[in-house]
């Protein structure tokens, strides 16, 4: 399903079902920290500066080899520094992902306190449109609420049930 879909999906009336996906977040989650594109591409960019710089200076075949095994492990640390940067810069910017663990696997637990989170941001925002009377913008904020509500209820009995 389209991303757009599924969020069109998620803001449609309470006729129809809101549904979590807590394991495929946390696969998710577990892809983005150790991405295979982003491993191969790193990895396949040091390998090949390495070799290249080894034949360059008059080495080996097999010198240039090695040199190209460590530029494939200094690429995999490079991609794992990228994701590692990636979510600090975000959690400096959005107090939910500081909040519930910049650097911790999207588990059911986690996507729970992401959601209590951005339920209280929303509420305040609601406060402060009705506040400035900023009418306008409420009735899409309390229907974006009416989602999250419904998500933390599926979540909070997904945990009770002991599949975490």
Not at 92 to 106: A, E, I, L, P
Request: proline letters at 2%.
């Amino acid at each position: 399903m389209k991303i757009n879909n599924y969020l069109n999906y998620l803001h449609e009336k309470d006729n129809k079902a809101v549904k979590i996906h807590p394991k495929r977040k946390e696969i998710d989650s577990i892809a983005g920290i150790a991405n295979p594109l982003d491993d191969i591409v790193f990895g396949g960019a040091g390998a090949t500066g390495a070799y290249k710089a080894v034949k360059k200076a008059g080495g080996s075949t097999a010198k240039a080899l090695g040199a190209g095994g460590v530029g494939v492990a200094g690429g995999l640390v490079m991609g794992a520094a990228f994701v590692a940067g990636y979510r600090l810069i975000r959690s400096w910017f959005d107090k939910c992902t500081s909040t519930c663990g910049t650097y911790k696997v999207n588990t059911p637990k986690r996507q729970l306190c992401m959601l209590k989170c951005k339920k209280l941001a929303i509420e305040k925002h609601i406060a402060l449109c009705e506040k400035h009377n900023k009418t306008k913008q409420i009735p899409a904020l309390q229907s974006k609420l009416v989602v999250i509500n419904k998500k933390i209820t599926l979540y909070i009995k997904y945990l009770k049930q002991g599949k975490e």
